[in-house]
């Protein structure tokens, strides 16, 4: 085999390798890339998810804030009327006593 022979022989598989490394690299190239569009897809979903988390929380947190302030003003309303309640039962147990007092006074004049 002569020289001319063998670089003919070789020329092809080294242009077979030559090509094939360029494809790998390129689709390295392209899967580096795809990678990164990917990352920032999920780092933007991401952010949406916990921002629709926060949100929803914060909707709960004032509709339970509201909540209870809403309870809050109906027990203080109930109390004020219990209480309000109990005075008059107050003043009406002291005019009944005062009546009784009055007839067991009128009782013991009219008796004597």
């Not at 003919?8 to 490394?21: G, R, Y």
Request: no cysteine.
């Amino acid at each position: 085999m002569t020289l001319e022979q063998i670089i003919q022989n070789s020329v092809a598989p080294v242009i077979i390798t030559a090509v094939f490394l360029w494809f790998m690299d390129r689709a390295e190239k392209q899967r580096a890339e795809n990678a990164k569009t990917l990352e920032m897809e999920r780092k933007a979903h991401e952010l949406t998810v916990f921002n629709l988390f926060a949100t929803s929380m914060k909707q709960m947190v004032g509709e339970i804030t509201q909540s209870n302030e809403k309870i809050i003003e109906s027990v203080d309303n109930h109390e004020k009327s219990s209480q309000e309640r109990y005075a008059r039962n107050k003043n009406t147990q002291e005019i009944k006593d005062a009546i009784d007092e009055l007839k067991k006074q009128l009782q013991g004049k009219t008796a004597k």
